[in-house]
């Protein structure tokens, strides 16, 4: 069996993928969408792993924990854009002033 880039096996290892997102909503996170686990893979599980077997993407798909992506989703969030520069943000503090 020949090493893939990741994204070739995205359509067949979406039922593991849809299996841990059914984990993540018994666990209560809703918010995680298969665009964000499939980003938290490449960019942070397989950042220097250019090639894996399909078997390996589904293993590290399945064996992936909760606090490993809430950790992932969080650091992200604080690198977005400033909030205060926000639409949302300049509106409260217009109503705080």
Do not use: C
Not at 8 to 28: C, M, N, Q, T, W
Not at 71 to 91: H, I, L, M, P, Y
Request: glycine residues 6%.
């Amino acid at each position: 069996m020949d090493k893939q880039p990741f994204d070739e096996y995205r359509d067949h290892v979406r039922p593991a993928i849809k299996s841990k997102l059914e984990e993540f909503i018994l666990l209560g996170y809703e918010d995680v969408t298969e665009e964000r686990l499939w980003t938290y893979l490449k960019t942070k599980k397989w950042k220097k792993t250019p090639e894996l077997y399909v078997h390996e993407v589904v293993r590290d798909v399945l064996a992936l924990k909760v606090g490993e992506f809430m950790n992932f989703a969080t650091v992200e969030s604080f690198k977005g854009g400033n909030w205060f520069e926000s639409e949302e943000g300049q509106d409260l503090l217009k109503g705080l002033i």
